[in-house]
Each structure stands twice: as C-alpha cells, then as structure tokens.
C-alpha cells in the first residue's frame, strides 16, 4: 500500500473513533473548561480527552511522527511526517450543543509549518452527520464512496460563499468589511463556524469558495488536502496590515480569482 494512502486509513479509523467519543461526551453534557484567548475563544474537557485519545492511537501506529495539535502542542518526529489535528473544530458550536462540529486530522511531510509542509493525507469527520471527509495526495477526495468535485461555477456573482471571523474582536472591523466587499457579488453567504467543514462543503460543491482571516495549522491542515484533490484552489495570504494573521481562501477555479481579488485587502 503506498504511504499516503496507509496514512488516510490511519486518519479515517481515528478519526471515526475520536468522533465517536466527542459525540459521546457530547450527549452526556458538555461543560466550558477555560476560556483562551477571548470570550469566543474556549476549550472544553471534551477537547482535551479527545485531542489525547488522537495522540496515543497515532502514537501507537506510528511512533516516530511528529504532532501538533490544537490544545496539547506539538513535537517533532523522527520520521519526517507530522500529523496536525484539530480534535473538535467548531468548538464554540460544540459547546453550545449546535450540530456543526468536526473531528480534523492531517498527515504532513517536513516542516510541521502550513507555508512549508506537504500534506499527504487527510479526515474531516462530522460526528453530527456521520459524513466522513478524506483525501490522499494524488488519489482524490472522497465522502462515502464518491468522488468530491468542486463546483464548476464560473464566477464569483451568484456565488454560494463560507467565512468566518476570528477571535480578536479588534480584527471584526476588518473581518466584517470584507464580507461588505464580497456580499453584492455573492449568491449568499454562510458562517458555519467550523473551518474544517467550510472547506469540506468547498471540496464537495457545497459551497463555492470559502475565505477567512486568521485561521490555525489544525483549522485547514486536512480541509486544504480536501479542496486541492477536488480540483479547487487554496492559497494562504499574508495581508499588510498583519501579516501574522493571514487570509486564507479556497474555491472552484471559475470563482478563485474574482473571490481573492476581493478578500485579500486588509
Ligand atoms: C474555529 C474555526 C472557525 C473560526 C472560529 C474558530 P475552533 O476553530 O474552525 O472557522 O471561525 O473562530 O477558529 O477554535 O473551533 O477549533
């Protein structure tokens, strides 16, 4: 089996068990362990449990990777691969018992930075719907057996668009600009709050492109994977006026250019 594609199956087994366990916590009653940065930013012990259960069965299949996660941090491998997981994407819809809320797991090639790695594999799984999302490098993106396309839409007017807002409530202003910029042109537009999903819905033809400052390594590590083997484009965009908060941006290559054109301004 070639290595991309024994690093997906790996991907997509824990994956399903770690969506099973936070669909499970879930259930049970989810409480808010710390607040993070800001008020939207949170954590819940379910993050954390299931963040630690990803860690040890990657460990255990694959004990010279490196990994780097949302709530535990990172470190490196021996070998080369670097698995970036996202344990509960969509916390804040998680906290508040809203269905959108995804389990994200890549597997990366070299350094463990999102402008440098190449990413072999990935799982986006929906504990909600059950739907499980997953691409391997040069073998296509996939949902329940059938091929993931994007969407041949050929513009960005009437175009059904995703996005989100970070965390800082000082970077709204920008944030909610660019929404005005993009809003006149677009079909509609919808704010999930889960980055891995956006852009699963991009790779499916859910959505026609997606953009949104701000995002983390773990946010779009599996989610970039899924869009480029659907035959869409993604790109990461430092912006003047804080290049540490990029943009990022994914869509059809009918709506890529016109979507960008209009998003990467400050
Ligand atoms: C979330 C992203 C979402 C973004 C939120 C948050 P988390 O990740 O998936 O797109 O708008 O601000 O960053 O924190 O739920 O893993």
Do not use: C
């Not at 409480?31 to 860690?55: F, G, N, W």
């Not at 930075?113 to 986006?124: I, K, N, R, Y």
């Not at 869409?232 to 908060?245: C, E, K, S, T, Y």
Request: hydrophobic share 45%.
């Amino acid at each position: 089996m070639a290595l991309v594609d024994e690093l997906a199956e790996l991907a997509i087994e824990v994956a399903r068990e770690a969506g099973g366990l936070a669909r499970l916590r879930r259930e049970e009653g989810v409480a808010i362990a710390a607040t993070k940065s800001s008020i939207a930013d949170i954590v819940t012990e379910a993050d954390r449990e299931v963040e630690t259960l990803i860690r040890s069965r990657l460990a255990a299949a694959r004990p010279d990777d490196g990994f780097l996660g949302e709530e535990s941090g990172g470190d490196r491998g021996e070998s080369g691969i670097t698995w970036v997981v996202d344990p509960i994407d969509g916390t804040v819809n998680y906290a508040y018992g809203i269905p959108a809320y995804a389990v994200s797991i890549a597997a990366v090639r070299g350094e463990p930075a999102p402008e440098q790695w190449e990413a072999l594999a990935g799982a986006v799984f929906s504990p909600p719907t059950g739907e499980m999302f997953h691409a391997a490098q040069g073998a296509g993106a996939w949902l329940s057996g059938r091929r993931l396309e994007v969407n041949a839409h050929p513009s960005a007017a009437g175009a059904l668009l995703a996005t989100g807002f970070g965390y800082n409530p000082a970077t709204h202003a920008g944030d909610l600009a660019r929404v005005g910029r993009v809003m006149p042109m677009a079909r509609d537009l919808r704010r999930i709050g889960a980055a891995s999903l956006d852009l699963a819905f991009v790779a499916a033809g859910r959505f026609d492109g997606y953009f949104e400052r701000g995002l983390q390594p773990w946010d779009h590590a599996a989610g970039a994977l899924l869009v480029i083997e659907a035959g869409g484009r993604f790109v990461r965009v430092d912006l003047a006026d804080n290049p540490d908060r990029p943009l990022f941006v994914a869509a059809g290559p009918g709506v890529f250019d016109e979507l960008l054109a209009a998003t990467a301004s400050p």
